[in-house]
């Protein structure tokens, strides 16, 4: 333990351990200090040296009697004393012992502590000159002479040191790498504050515990992984996950953003990655957290820029310290990325990055335990369900979690709550899905579409048996949308059966159908409801093979952008015949699943109505009150239909 924090101490001399008074700025100081006094001896020197006089003290009384016979040409007054310059001079004294045996010419004499109001008067009248000494006026005299030199010389004397030690001032300070050093101290991040990553925390447990006990692994011939990837969803808990490490492990951990590589001179990302791995093999064991890898580790070579991109030089560099890493530098590489399809293959092959932990957004457990992690400082009502709250949540990362506790939280207190309630996290919930809520007055004629176009969707969603449950439908404009249906699955999904994506095309275009069946019109409001439809079925027909005219083969669709550095124009690997088959492919799937919402909302035109008037009345259907209005109208049609067939017969 001690040579432990040996190392943390080493390692902060070596950041900021920096002798202060060395310092260039101290120096010159120093130096200034030393002239500024030298300057104003030489003046003092100079000012007695030149103004020389010699001075009888004589009583006050001889003064007075000097100047009653008006022998006093000039007095200088100041607070305590009085000197001046006689029109003929006198002899000194014997009563007078520190007087030289000559005459004087200038004299100087103490004011009683009583005073002497008619002095003035006497003077005045005895024809002296009267003049007043502030005691300062050499000081004054001695700024404005020397004040403008000092500093026109501090000046070239600063810049001078500056011009010298610029040059290499400047390029240490962009060699430094800048990586922050964490310090256990700074934070209480463990793996008890990571929630829903059981895998992620199994691997990387691996790691720590090797750092903390490298022997245990040692003796069967094991080696430290030298480097570990974490991919996954922006959110989704990298960078939280890492400082928990850090928390963990107790060993130097240092972290820096793949962007802090790069500068605006060349060389420069290099430079800071061989300082960087420096401190980490000279405190070695140690960690490296390098944050969003994908700003510097793309692939080489491709899109816009060629070998001599800086961004390329570091990548370099960075391969070669992970190749360069001894038997006995036991430093280990976290990254973190949210695009790893641009990763250069170099960087990700074994023995660089000889893990690779995928981390995806959490099922519905996870979204517990991360729910609970973040309302331990909450307040909560004892309505709130949080793992009904978990299960409303499907897709929501780590960060959508906290951020919704928080949005709750801002929300009750804005309300002055004591506590924050299910409605408040259920608010929150509709604010990050949908948006926030608009002040739009809609008219009564557009209330009438939306309303409509939302039963569509609804009455479509009910009449399938595999359908996600309806949560919840509203009217109320929120972010761009001016209405919504919300579905939750009931368990999370991975595979999904062809009759249930084409069910979800029925649904997405339920919408467009109920407004062609009402109003024998369509509008604008169902264009996210098509593009969202348009990307499942060209995803149906291009990467999932349920095309019968094309049969099981995939399609390749360039998907990188030219700046990422991996395609530098968009790809296909099919003929244009071939282009022209998926398109009509797809238009035929998505006329079918509109055929199919058209034929189902003209079946039930009255479940329809029934939804849209219940919608304009309530603004917000659940799903418990959804379910009641299409049983109730259901058990209307067939007691009408008994009491037709009764009629007939």
Same mark, same amino acid.
């Given at each position: 333990?001690?040579?432990?924090?040996?190392?943390?101490?080493?390692?902060?001399?070596?950041? +900021?351990?920096?002798?202060?008074?060395?310092?260039?700025?101290?120096?010159?100081?120093?130096?200034?200090?030393?002239?500024?006094?030298?300057?104003?001896?030489?003046?003092?020197?100079?000012?007695?040296?030149?103004?020389?006089?010699?001075?009888?003290?004589?009583?006050?009384?001889?003064?007075?009697?000097?100047?009653?016979?008006?022998?006093?040409?000039? !007095?200088?007054?100041?607070?305590?004393?009085?000197? %001046?310059?006689?029109?003929?001079?006198?002899?000194?004294?014997?009563?007078?012992?520190?007087?030289?045996?000559?005459? #004087?010419?200038?004299?100087?004499?103490?004011?009683? =502590?009583?005073?002497?109001?008619?002095?003035?008067?006497? &003077?005045? =009248?005895?024809?002296?000159? *009267?003049?007043?000494?502030?005691?300062?006026?050499?000081?004054?005299?001695?700024?404005?002479?020397?004040?403008?030199?000092?500093?026109?010389?501090?000046?070239?004397?600063?810049?001078?040191?500056?011009?010298?030690?610029? $040059?290499?001032?400047?390029?240490?300070?962009?060699?430094?790498?800048?990586?922050?050093?964490?310090?256990?101290?700074?934070?209480?991040?463990?793996?008890?504050?990571?929630?829903?990553?059981?895998?992620?925390?199994?691997?990387?447990?691996?790691?720590?515990?090797?750092?903390?006990?490298?022997?245990?692994?040692?003796?069967?011939?094991?080696?430290?992984?030298?480097? @570990?990837?974490?991919?996954?969803?922006?959110?989704?808990?990298?960078?939280?996950?890492?400082?928990? !490490?850090?928390?963990?492990?107790?060993?130097?951990? #240092?972290?820096?953003?793949?962007?802090?590589?790069?500068?605006?001179?060349?060389? @420069?990302?290099?430079?800071? *990655?061989?300082?960087?791995? %420096?401190?980490?093999?000279?405190?070695?064991?140690?960690?490296?957290?390098?944050?969003?890898?994908?700003?510097?580790?793309? #692939?080489?070579?491709?899109?816009?820029?060629?070998?001599?991109?800086?961004?390329?030089?570091?990548?370099?560099?960075?391969?070669?310290?992970?190749?360069?890493?001894?038997?006995?530098?036991?430093?280990?590489?976290?990254?973190?990325?949210?695009?790893?399809?641009?990763?250069?293959?170099?960087?990700?092959?074994?023995?660089?990055?000889?893990? $690779?932990?995928?981390?995806?957004?959490?099922?519905?457990?996870?979204?517990?335990?991360?729910?609970? *992690?973040?309302?331990?400082?909450?307040?909560?009502?004892?309505? @709130?369900?949080?793992?009904?709250?978990?299960?409303?949540?499907? %897709?929501?990362?780590?960060?959508?979690?906290?951020?919704?506790?928080?949005?709750?939280?801002?929300?009750?207190?804005? /309300?002055?709550?004591?506590?924050?309630?299910?409605?408040?996290?259920?608010?929150?919930?509709?604010?990050?899905? &949908?948006?926030?809520?608009?002040?739009?007055?809609?008219?009564?004629?557009?209330?009438?579409?939306?309303?409509?176009?939302?039963?569509?969707?609804?009455?479509?969603?009910?009449?399938?048996?595999?359908?996600?449950?309806?949560?919840?439908?509203?009217?109320?404009?929120?972010?761009?949308?001016?209405?919504?249906?919300?579905?939750?699955?009931?368990?999370?999904?991975?595979?999904?059966? $062809?009759? #249930?994506?084409?069910?979800?095309?029925?649904?997405?275009?339920?919408?467009?159908?109920?407004?062609?069946? !009402?109003?024998?019109?369509?509008?604008?409001?169902?264009?996210?409801?098509?593009?969202?439809?348009?990307?499942?079925?060209?995803?149906?027909?291009?990467?999932?093979?349920?095309?019968?005219?094309? +049969?099981?083969?995939?399609?390749?669709?360039?998907? %990188?952008?030219?700046?990422? +550095?991996?395609?530098?124009? /968009?790809?296909?690997?099919?003929?244009?015949?071939?282009?022209?088959?998926?398109?009509?492919? @797809? /238009?035929?799937?998505?006329?079918?699943?509109? /055929?199919?919402?058209?034929?189902?909302?003209?079946?039930?035109?009255?479940?329809?109505?029934?939804?849209?008037?219940?919608?304009?009345?309530?603004? !917000?259907?659940?799903?418990?009150?959804?379910?009641?209005?299409?049983?109730?109208?259901?058990? $209307?049609?067939?007691?009408?239909?008994?009491?037709?067939?009764?009629?007939?017969?």
């Amino acid at each position: 333990m001690k040579a432990e924090n040996n190392r943390w101490n080493d390692d902060s001399e070596d950041n +900021g351990g920096e002798d202060r008074g060395s310092s260039p700025g101290g120096r010159i100081w120093k130096h200034l200090l030393v002239i500024f006094i030298l300057t104003i001896i030489f003046y003092e020197l100079f000012l007695y040296g030149s103004q020389k006089k010699e001075y009888l003290e004589i009583p006050y009384s001889a003064f007075k009697a000097e100047l009653a016979k008006k022998n006093i040409k000039e !007095v200088i007054a100041r607070s305590e004393t009085i000197s %001046g310059e006689f029109f003929q001079a006198i002899s000194a004294d014997n009563s007078l012992p520190l007087a030289q045996e000559r005459s #004087y010419r200038y004299f100087s004499t103490r004011i009683p =502590k009583f005073g002497d109001q008619d002095l003035m008067r006497e &003077l005045i =009248k005895a024809g002296a000159t *009267v003049r007043t000494d502030s005691g300062n006026e050499w000081f004054l005299s001695l700024m404005i002479f020397v004040l403008p030199w000092l500093l026109i010389l501090g000046f070239f004397w600063y810049t001078s040191k500056k011009l010298n030690s610029s $040059q290499t001032a400047l390029f240490t300070r962009f060699n430094k790498s800048g990586a922050s050093l964490y310090k256990k101290t700074k934070s209480n991040i463990t793996f008890d504050d990571v929630a829903g990553l059981t895998n992620a925390k199994q691997e990387l447990m691996d790691i720590v515990s090797y750092l903390k006990e490298p022997k245990r692994y040692e003796r069967l011939g094991g080696k430290i992984p030298r480097g @570990v990837l974490l991919m996954g969803p922006p959110g989704t808990g990298k960078t939280l996950i890492a400082r928990a !490490v850090a928390g963990e492990a107790n060993v130097p951990f #240092y972290s820096i953003s793949g962007s802090q590589f790069i500068e605006m001179f060349v060389g @420069v990302g290099a430079s800071r *990655v061989r300082d960087l791995f %420096g401190k980490a093999k000279k405190n070695a064991p140690s960690i490296i957290f390098i944050d969003e890898i994908d700003s510097v580790g793309r #692939y080489r070579g491709a899109g816009l820029g060629g070998g001599q991109d800086e961004r390329e030089q570091t990548l370099n560099q960075i391969l070669a310290e992970m190749d360069g890493f001894g038997e006995h530098h036991s430093v280990v590489v976290i990254a973190a990325t949210n695009r790893p399809d641009v990763l250069d293959p170099a960087l990700i092959r074994p023995g660089r990055f000889d893990r $690779q932990v995928v981390i995806e957004r959490p099922h519905r457990e996870g979204r517990l335990q991360i729910l609970k *992690v973040h309302t331990r400082k909450v307040r909560l009502a004892p309505d @709130v369900n949080l793992e009904l709250l978990a299960q409303g949540t499907p %897709g929501f990362s780590g960060a959508d979690l906290e951020n919704l506790v928080n949005e709750a939280a801002i929300d009750a207190a804005r /309300q002055n709550k004591d506590q924050v309630y299910m409605e408040d996290l259920e608010r929150a919930k509709d604010k990050i899905i &949908l948006g926030g809520l608009r002040e739009d007055l809609l008219s009564e004629e557009e209330k009438r579409i939306v309303a409509y176009h939302e039963a569509g969707h609804t009455l479509v969603a009910k009449s399938f048996p595999d359908s996600d449950p309806i949560h919840k439908v509203t009217i109320i404009p929120r972010g761009r949308s001016l209405g919504a249906t919300e579905q939750l699955p009931k368990e999370e999904q991975h595979n999904y059966f $062809q009759s #249930y994506l084409m069910h979800r095309l029925a649904i997405n275009l339920g919408g467009r159908a109920a407004e062609q069946l !009402v109003f024998n019109d369509i509008t604008s409001g169902a264009e996210n409801d098509l593009k969202q439809a348009t990307q499942l079925a060209r995803r149906m027909v291009c990467h999932w093979g349920m095309s019968s005219r094309l +049969g099981p083969v995939a399609f390749r669709h360039g998907e %990188g952008h030219v700046f990422l +550095g991996k395609e530098i124009a /968009q790809e296909k690997d099919y003929s244009e015949r071939t282009a022209v088959i998926i398109d009509q492919e @797809v /238009q035929s799937l998505l006329r079918a699943a509109l /055929q199919q919402a058209e034929e189902i909302l003209k079946e039930n035109r009255k479940i329809l109505d029934r939804l849209a008037k219940a919608l304009i009345e309530k603004e !917000v259907l659940t799903e418990a009150e959804i379910t009641a209005l299409i049983a109730e109208e259901k058990k $209307q049609t067939e007691a009408q239909k008994e009491e037709s067939k009764l009629l007939v017969s």
